[in-house]
């Protein structure tokens, strides 16, 4: 029952700066935990970011340490990952997920999502 669509996936020159938005459309947007995935031809959907339901407390893949933020504005139902410093490795098919259990853990793993937008690409140029 949670629409979520990804948007400001594009082309971007290594080194740039992105951001992409996910709007959710559940009433309840503040008590769901927020993740953000990427997935790249041929590899697995990867994690990397989320945001707690509660207190807004974050996690991030070691990959992106320093140089992504993810954020969440509960009054536009709306989570944000600040994309900075790109490099080629980034590019991926980048997708925004829900997790609607209000479990203690902030969620890392795909299984912990019930809730999936269609992705928005970004291209990081070398």
């Known amino acids: 029952q949670v629409q979520l669509v990804e948007s400001g996936g594009r082309l971007v020159q290594a080194g740039g700066s992105l951001r992409l938005s996910c709007a959710a459309s559940?009433?309840?947007?503040?008590?769901?935990?927020m993740g953000w995935f990427r997935q790249a031809p041929g590899k697995e959907r990867e994690f990397v970011a989320a945001?707690?339901?509660?207190?807004?407390?974050?996690v991030y893949a070691d990959s992106v340490k320093g140089r992504f933020a993810i954020s969440r504005d509960n009054a536009k139902n709306t989570v944000y990952l600040q994309m900075n410093n790109l490099q080629p490795e980034d590019t991926a098919v980048y997708y925004c997920?829900?997790?609607?259990?209000?479990?203690?853990?902030?969620?890392?793993?795909?299984?912990?999502?019930?809730?999936w937008g269609q992705g928005t690409q970004v291209t990081v140029s070398s």
């Open positions: 997920a829900a997790d609607v259990s209000r479990q203690a853990t902030i969620p890392i793993g795909v299984n912990e999502y019930a809730y």
């Open positions: 559940g009433r309840t947007f503040s008590r769901y935990a």
């Open positions: 945001i707690r339901w509660s207190g807004s407390t974050t």
